[in-house]
Nanobody, 122 residues
Framework: QVQLVESGGGLVQAGDSLRLSCAASGRTFSTYAMGWFRQAPGKDREFVAVVDWRGESTYYADSVKGRSTISRDNAKNTVYLQMNSLKPEDTAVYYC???????????????WGQGTQVTVSS
């Protein structure tokens, strides 16, 4: 069992940066791929970024590629999402998720956090 708690969201202006964190409980954190997803009001949850269990392979949605960096610290059981040059369309609840064989599909993840709100004003 893995419990995930996101933090770092908030209200920012367009062009600002934010770093989201996701703290995981459990000894098996380092064996999971970790992903970030987001859900805007009235829209489906969408993939943002994923990092493999070693922290060596990453993959990003086109919408955030070049503006965001996912990373993890297995010693701290934490995964991060650094987001730069934020846009109003980045406004959403951001969720982190863990899965053994997960990649960019939400259905491949086993555990989810409760989310953190990111609001970007224009």
């Amino acid at each position: 069992q893995v419990q995930l708690v996101e933090s770092g969201g908030g209200l920012v202006q367009a062009g600002d940066s934010l770093r989201l964190s996701c703290a995981a409980s459990g000894r098996t954190f380092s064996t999971y791929a970790m992903g970030w997803f987001r859900q805007a009001p009235g829209k489906d949850r969408e993939f943002v970024a994923v990092v493999d269990w070693r922290g060596e392979s990453t993959y990003y949605a086109d919408s955030v590629k070049g503006r965001s960096t996912i990373s993890r610290d297995n010693a701290k059981n934490t995964v991060y999402l650094q987001m730069n040059s934020l846009k109003p369309e980045d406004t959403a609840v951001y969720y982190c998720a863990a899965g053994f064989t997960a990649w960019n599909r939400a259905s491949s993840y086993d555990y989810w956090g409760q989310g953190t709100q990111v609001t970007v004003s224009s």
